[in-house]
Nanobody, 115 residues
């Protein structure tokens, strides 16, 4: 069974930094981070392909950096210049497009940015 184990959330002051990690129990074509405010749809933060191609939400461009190590099946999200509006639960996601196909989510990690 595929598992994603997240770590790195926490409390930080505005302008500070946090680094989220997500370790997967297998290899995936695309790994990424999403976030969800209660009562709203989960939204993309950043994704990265196994080839290293990254995609970011406009709201985090220039502040967040996604990276991955394919050998370790791990993806990181470096979050700099954090803002109070970044306060939300962040979810790791992993997708595999070949059999067995997967679209798997982590348990979520809380990020809180104080003003």
């Amino acid at each position: 069974q595929v598992q994603l184990v997240e770590s790195g959330g926490g409390l930080v002051q505005a302008g500070g930094s946090l680094r989220l990690s997500c370790a997967a129990s297998g290899s995936f074509n695309v790994m990424g981070w999403y976030r969800q405010v209660p009562g709203k749809q989960r939204e993309l933060v950043a994704t990265i392909t196994s080839g290293g191609s990254a995609n970011y939400a406009d709201s985090v461009k220039g502040r967040f950096t996604i990276s991955r190590d394919n050998a370790k099946n791990t993806v990181w999200l470096q979050m700099n210049s954090l803002k109070p509006e970044d306060t939300v639960v962040y979810y790791c996601n992993a997708k595999r497009f070949t059999v067995p196909v997967y679209n798997t989510w982590g348990q979520g990690t809380q990020v809180t940015v104080s003003s």
